[in-house]
C-alpha cells in the first residue's frame, strides 16, 4: 500500500497531473449569515474589553487572540488567576489560579457560517428548532432566551465560569452571584455584566445606535452584549482567502507537496471521512485517543480527571472520549493541537492521528504546553492504566503514515491558510470604552 502511496506522491510532486478527487464546493457568501458591520465594531470593542470578566482582568481575546490563531498558544489555558498572554502567561503568585481551564481553546474562524450548528469541544450546546428558545444546552430553556444565534448564546458559558472569567466565589459581584446560582434575571451574574456596560456612556451611545429598541430606552442586557460579540467574531473571522480557496475556485492551483497532500487527504488517507465540506468538518464526535491531562471536565464534586467527551452530554456510552471534529481553517495558526492541545506541531499531530492507539501508549509529556501550577496534578489519567485503556478501547485501529506522506498533507493544511487571517478585518483596538487595557 506505501509503495502505491509513494507512486502517486511522486507524481503529485512532478509535473503529471493526476486526476483530482472530489472536493468540496467553493465558499460563498450564501453559506454565512448577514452580519451589519456597525454591530460588529461595537462586538470587537467588547471582544477586547476586560469588562466582561468578574475581576475586570481577561478578556475574550486574552484565550482567542489573533496573535494565536484565535487561541491561546497554550495546551490548557490559565484564565482567572493568570497574567500575561499565550505562552508566556503565568499563575499569579498573588491570586493563583485554582485550576487550568480543562480543555484547549479553539479558533474563531468561520463560525458566521450558518453550517455551525453545534459547537464546543463535546457539542453541548446546538441549534434545536424544537425547543422555544431554539438552543439546546445545559441550562434551563427559559435561561437561553432572547440569543440572536448560536454564536451569540455561546458567549454566556466563559463569563460564568470561575476558572475562565468570573472569578472565583466571593472576588466579585458577578462570581457571588455564580456561586449562588443567581445566573439570569434581575441583579444575575449576567445582569451585573450588563450594568457595568451600560454604565459607559460610549457603549450606550454605541448600542443605542445599533438598536431602536435601546435607543428608545430599553436596557442593554447580556443578550444584547453576546449579539455585539457573535457579529464581530462572524465579521472578522470570516476566512475564505486561502490557496485551497483559489484552488476550488479554479484561479490557482495546488502543486508540489501540497498538491501531493491534498490527493492523499481527500483520496487514500481517509481525512475527509471525518474533514468534510468547505470547512473541513463533519461536525460530528469521534474518539481518537489525544492524550488526556489536566483537570478533566468534571464537575467540581467529582474526584477523577476524566473528560468523556461527547457523552458528558448525551449519556450514551458509545459517545465516550468522542469530540467535535474541528474545522482545519487556519490550523497553521492554532497549535498546539486536540482537545488538550497535547502535539504541538502538525506533523506530530498527523502522524498521531493516523495511528492514534500506538502514540497514546508513547505520549511524550514535554510536548505539552502547561503554565505552570504547582499546587495540581495533571497526569492522572495518563498514569493510569485502567484509564488510559478505557480511552483507546474506543480506538479504531491505525496504520502510521510515512514521513513524506505527513509532510504532504501538512503542506496541505498550509494551504488552509487564508491571506488574512493573521490580521483579521478589523483588527485589535487600541482601547475599548471602559478604559481598561487591551491584550496586544
Given at each position: 500500500?506505501h509503495?502505491?502511496?509513494?507512486?502517486?506522491?511522486?507524481?503529485?510532486?512532478?509535473?503529471?497531473?493526476?486526476a483530482?478527487p472530489?472536493?468540496?464546493?467553493?465558499?460563498?457568501?450564501?453559506?454565512?449569515?448577514?452580519?451589519?458591520?456597525?454591530?460588529?465594531?461595537?462586538?470587537?470593542?467588547?471582544?477586547?474589553?476586560?469588562?466582561?470578566?468578574?475581576?475586570?482582568?481577561?478578556?475574550?481575546?486574552?484565550?482567542?487572540?489573533?496573535?494565536?490563531?484565535?487561541?491561546?498558544?497554550?495546551?490548557?489555558?490559565?484564565?482567572?488567576?493568570?497574567?500575561?498572554?499565550?505562552?508566556?502567561?503565568?499563575?499569579?503568585?498573588?491570586?493563583?489560579?485554582?485550576?487550568?481551564?480543562?480543555?484547549?481553546?479553539?479558533?474563531?474562524?468561520?463560525?458566521?457560517?450558518?453550517?455551525?450548528?453545534?459547537?464546543?469541544h463535546?457539542?453541548?450546546?446546538?441549534?434545536?428548532?424544537?425547543?422555544?428558545?431554539?438552543?439546546?444546552?445545559?441550562?434551563?430553556?427559559?435561561?437561553?432566551?432572547?440569543?440572536?444565534?448560536?454564536?451569540?448564546?455561546?458567549?454566556?458559558?466563559?463569563?460564568?465560569?470561575?476558572?475562565?472569567?468570573?472569578?472565583?466565589?466571593?472576588?466579585?459581584?458577578?462570581?457571588?452571584?455564580?456561586?449562588?446560582?443567581?445566573?439570569?434575571?434581575?441583579?444575575?451574574?449576567?445582569?451585573?455584566?450588563?450594568?457595568?456596560?451600560?454604565?459607559?456612556?460610549e457603549?450606550?451611545?454605541?448600542?443605542?445606535?445599533?438598536?431602536?429598541?435601546?435607543?428608545?430606552?430599553?436596557?442593554?442586557?447580556?443578550?444584547?452584549?453576546?449579539?455585539?460579540?457573535?457579529?464581530?467574531?462572524?465579521?472578522?473571522?470570516?476566512?475564505?482567502?486561502?490557496?485551497?480557496d483559489?484552488?476550488?475556485?479554479?484561479?490557482?492551483?495546488?502543486?508540489?507537496?501540497?498538491?501531493?497532500?491534498?490527493?492523499?487527504?481527500?483520496?487514500?488517507?481517509?481525512?475527509?471521512?471525518?474533514?468534510?465540506?468547505?470547512?473541513?468538518?463533519?461536525?460530528d464526535?469521534?474518539?481518537?485517543?489525544?492524550?488526556?491531562?489536566?483537570?478533566?471536565?468534571?464537575?467540581?464534586?467529582?474526584?477523577?480527571?476524566?473528560?468523556?467527551g461527547?457523552?458528558?452530554?448525551?449519556?450514551?456510552?458509545?459517545?465516550?472520549?468522542?469530540?467535535?471534529?474541528?474545522?482545519?481553517?487556519?490550523?497553521?495558526?492554532?497549535?498546539?493541537?486536540?482537545?488538550?492541545?497535547?502535539?504541538p506541531?502538525?506533523?506530530?499531530?498527523?502522524?498521531?492521528?493516523?495511528?492514534?492507539?500506538?502514540?497514546?501508549?508513547?505520549?511524550?509529556?514535554?510536548?505539552?504546553?502547561?503554565?505552570?501550577?504547582?499546587?495540581?496534578?495533571?497526569?492522572?489519567?495518563l498514569?493510569?492504566?485502567?484509564?488510559?485503556?478505557?480511552?483507546?478501547?474506543?480506538?479504531?485501529?491505525?496504520?502510521?503514515?510515512?514521513?513524506?506522506?505527513?509532510?504532504?498533507?501538512?503542506?496541505?493544511?498550509?494551504?488552509?491558510?487564508?491571506?488574512?487571517?493573521?490580521?483579521?478585518?478589523?483588527?485589535?483596538?487600541?482601547?475599548?470604552?471602559?478604559?481598561?487595557?487591551?491584550?496586544?
Amino acid at each position: 500500500m506505501h509503495l502505491l502511496r509513494g507512486a502517486c506522491l511522486a507524481a503529485c510532486l512532478g509535473t503529471t497531473a493526476l486526476a483530482g478527487p472530489e472536493l468540496p464546493p467553493p465558499v460563498t457568501d450564501e453559506m454565512f449569515a448577514p452580519v451589519i458591520e456597525a454591530e460588529a465594531r461595537l462586538g470587537q470593542l467588547l471582544f477586547y474589553d476586560p469588562i466582561l470578566s468578574g475581576n475586570r482582568n481577561i478578556s475574550c481575546a486574552t484565550c482567542h487572540h489573533p496573535r494565536f490563531g484565535t487561541s491561546d498558544g497554550t495546551s490548557l489555558a490559565l484564565g482567572e488567576g493568570g497574567i500575561g498572554l499565550g505562552p508566556e502567561r503565568i499563575a499569579d503568585p498573588e491570586n493563583m489560579p485554582e485550576e487550568r481551564v480543562p480543555r484547549n481553546a479553539q479558533g474563531l474562524w468561520n463560525l458566521g457560517a450558518t453550517e455551525f450548528t453545534v459547537l464546543f469541544h463535546d457539542g453541548r450546546i446546538e441549534v434545536d428548532e424544537r425547543r422555544p428558545s431554539g438552543l439546546r444546552t445545559p441550562l434551563e430553556d427559559e435561561m437561553v432566551q432572547g440569543f440572536a444565534s448560536l454564536l451569540s448564546a455561546q458567549t454566556m458559558f466563559p463569563v460564568l465560569s470561575p476558572d475562565e472569567m468570573a472569578g472565583h466565589y466571593s472576588e466579585n459581584e458577578v462570581s457571588e452571584a455564580v456561586r449562588q446560582g443567581r445566573l439570569t434575571g434581575l441583579d444575575g451574574a449576567w445582569d451585573r455584566i450588563a450594568v457595568r456596560v451600560r454604565g459607559i456612556p460610549e457603549y450606550r451611545a454605541m448600542f443605542e445606535a445599533a438598536d431602536p429598541d435601546i435607543a428608545s430606552g430599553r436596557p442593554i442586557g447580556f443578550t444584547d452584549i453576546s449579539d455585539m460579540i457573535a457579529a464581530f467574531v462572524a465579521f472578522e473571522w470570516r476566512s475564505d482567502d486561502s490557496p485551497f480557496d483559489r484552488h476550488l475556485r479554479g484561479t490557482a492551483q495546488l502543486e508540489g507537496a501540497a498538491g501531493a497532500g491534498l490527493q492523499l487527504f481527500y483520496g487514500e488517507a481517509g481525512c475527509v471521512s471525518c474533514h468534510s465540506g468547505p470547512f473541513q468538518t463533519d461536525h460530528d464526535f469521534h474518539a481518537m485517543g489525544v492524550p488526556q491531562f489536566g483537570p478533566g471536565k468534571s464537575e467540581r464534586f467529582e474526584l477523577h480527571s476524566r473528560d468523556l467527551g461527547r457523552m458528558r452530554v448525551t449519556g450514551e456510552p458509545e459517545d465516550a472520549y468522542a469530540f467535535r471534529t474541528p474545522s482545519l481553517r487556519n490550523v497553521e495558526l492554532t497549535a498546539p493541537y486536540g482537545h488538550t492541545g497535547a502535539y504541538p506541531d502538525l506533523a506530530g499531530f498527523v502522524a498521531a492521528h493516523a495511528d492514534p492507539a500506538t502514540a497514546l501508549l508513547s505520549y511524550d509529556r514535554t510536548q505539552a504546553a502547561l503554565p505552570r501550577l504547582p499546587h495540581v496534578s495533571d497526569w492522572e489519567i495518563l498514569d493510569s492504566a485502567d484509564e488510559t485503556g478505557a480511552i483507546g478501547a474506543r480506538l479504531s485501529p491505525g496504520t502510521a503514515l510515512p514521513e513524506d506522506e505527513v509532510a504532504a498533507i501538512v503542506a496541505f493544511l498550509e494551504s488552509l491558510t487564508g491571506d488574512g487571517a493573521s490580521t483579521g478585518r478589523l483588527g485589535i483596538p487600541k482601547s475599548v470604552p471602559s478604559g481598561l487595557p487591551v491584550e496586544r
